[in-house]
Nanobody
Framework: HVQLVESGGGSVQAGGSLSLSCAAS??????????RAWFRQAPGQEREGVAA????????YYADSVKGRFTISQGNAKNKVYLQMNSLKPEDTGMYYC??????????????????WGQGTQVTVS
C-alpha cells in the first residue's frame, strides 16, 4: 500500500523560497515508483502539474510557469523527492500535492495520469 506524505509548506513573502519534501512508504526502496511529480491547486482552480522527475535517469519536466524558479530532485534514497521553490510569486499560492506513478514520466502529465497522491501541504505567498 503506497503512501505519500508531504512536508515543508508554509507562508513566505514574494521573492522568498520554500522547500517541499515528499516521502513514499509501502514501496520497499521506492524504485517501483518510476515517476514522481508535484501538482498544485489554488482555490476554485483545477489541479495543475508543476514538475516531474523520472526516478531512473533523473530527467525532469516543468510547467512553463515555474521554469527557472522551481527545481525537482530526488534523494539518494529514492523514496524521497523534493521541490525547491525560489523567487516565489503570489500566484504560486495553493495546496501542493505529491504524486507518483509506476510508469516512466513523459512530461509533467495530468492529474489523471497519477494513481498515488499525498494529502497536500499549503503554500502561501503574499
Amino acid at each position: 500500500h503506497v503512501q505519500l506524505v508531504e512536508s515543508g509548506g508554509g507562508s513566505v513573502q514574494a521573492g522568498g523560497s520554500l522547500s517541499l519534501s515528499c516521502a513514499a512508504s509501502g514501496t520497499g526502496d521506492g524504485s517501483e515508483l518510476k515517476c514522481r511529480a508535484w501538482f498544485r491547486q489554488a482555490p476554485g482552480q483545477e489541479r495543475e502539474g508543476v514538475a516531474a522527475i523520472n526516478s531512473s535517469g533523473g530527467r525532469t519536466y516543468y510547467a512553463d510557469s515555474v521554469k527557472g524558479r522551481f527545481t525537482i530532485s530526488q534523494g539518494n534514497a529514492k523514496n524521497k523527492v523534493y521541490l525547491q521553490m525560489n523567487s516565489l510569486k503570489p500566484e504560486d499560492t495553493g495546496m501542493y500535492y505529491c504524486a507518483a506513478d509506476v510508469r516512466i514520466c513523459g512530461g509533467v502529465g495530468r492529474r489523471f495520469d497519477y494513481p498515488y497522491w499525498g494529502q497536500g501541504t499549503q503554500v502561501t505567498v503574499s
